[in-house]
């Protein structure tokens, strides 16, 4: 099957900083990314869709100037938290779909971001 | 507002038994249904997804749908420790995914 995978698995930064997350798809292209944040026992939230060579598309409340996202290449995403603060400590997924595979997302084994 | 709502749990079933999950939503355009199997600390990873009314069969799982009630559940027969994990449900609309709360199983050896 199709593997994406994300790096760093895991980040610990100082309130303030800025943390750069990279979700990349293995072995196919994908035209269409997706970032999800999940806290504590709780469900992914969809925080946004990243198109390849296009600006994201962001759900209602997810601030575009806090979280960036940059879908450069058909298989490299990133998502940047900047001045991260301790409410941004969550469990951030990313995924993507392969074409060939209309009905699937595949995703990343997630990175565990800590905000001191 | 597209939702997706599911039982948060938990369940518990004896070690052999059937376990029932639940999921409804509540956009009749939504295209294809998903369950996910989450362990903590992991990312999701796909148990089946259906796509027509009906039943669909793999190994031990059978995913049911009736887009009449908007409602879809996984049938997990011959429950085993190892499948104690959050199950979730997601359903696709347009290009986007979204996802229930996840339902809690605890299967008790």
């Known amino acids: 099957g199709a593997v994406v995978s994300q790096h760093p698995s895991w980040v610990i930064c100082k309130s303030g900083t800025s943390v750069k997350i990279e979700c990349r798809s293995l072995d196919f292209q994908a035209t269409t990314m997706f970032w999800y944040r999940q806290f504590p026992k709780q469900s992914l939230m969809l925080m946004a869709t990243?198109?390849?060579?296009?600006?994201?598309?962001?759900e209602q409340g997810v601030e575009k100037d806090k979280f960036l996202i940059n879908h450069a290449s058909l298989t490299l995403s990133t998502l940047t938290v900047t001045s991260a603060h301790p409410e941004d400590s969550s469990f951030y997924i990313c995924s993507a779909r392969d074409p060939g595979a209309d009905t699937e997302q595949f995703f990343g084994p997630g990175t565990r971001l800590t905000v001191l | 507002q597209k939702e997706v709502e599911q039982n948060s749990g938990p369940l518990s079933v004896p070690e052999g038994a059937i376990a029932s999950l639940n999921c409804t939503y509540s956009?009749?355009?939504?295209?294809?249904f998903f369950w996910y199997r989450q362990y903590s600390g992991k990312s999701p990873e796909l148990i089946m997804f259906?796509?027509?009314?009906g039943d669909k069969e793999d190994g031990r799982f059978t995913a049911q749908l009736n887009k009449a009630s908007q409602y879809v559940s996984l049938l997990i027969r011959d429950s085993q420790p190892s499948d104690s994990a959050t199950y979730l449900c997601a359903v696709r609309f347009g290009n986007q995914f979204y996802f229930g709360t996840g339902t809690s199983l605890t299967v008790i050896p």
């Open positions: 259906i796509y027509s009314n």
């Open positions: 956009d009749r355009g939504s295209q294809s």
């Open positions: 990243s198109n390849e060579g296009s600006k994201a598309t962001y």
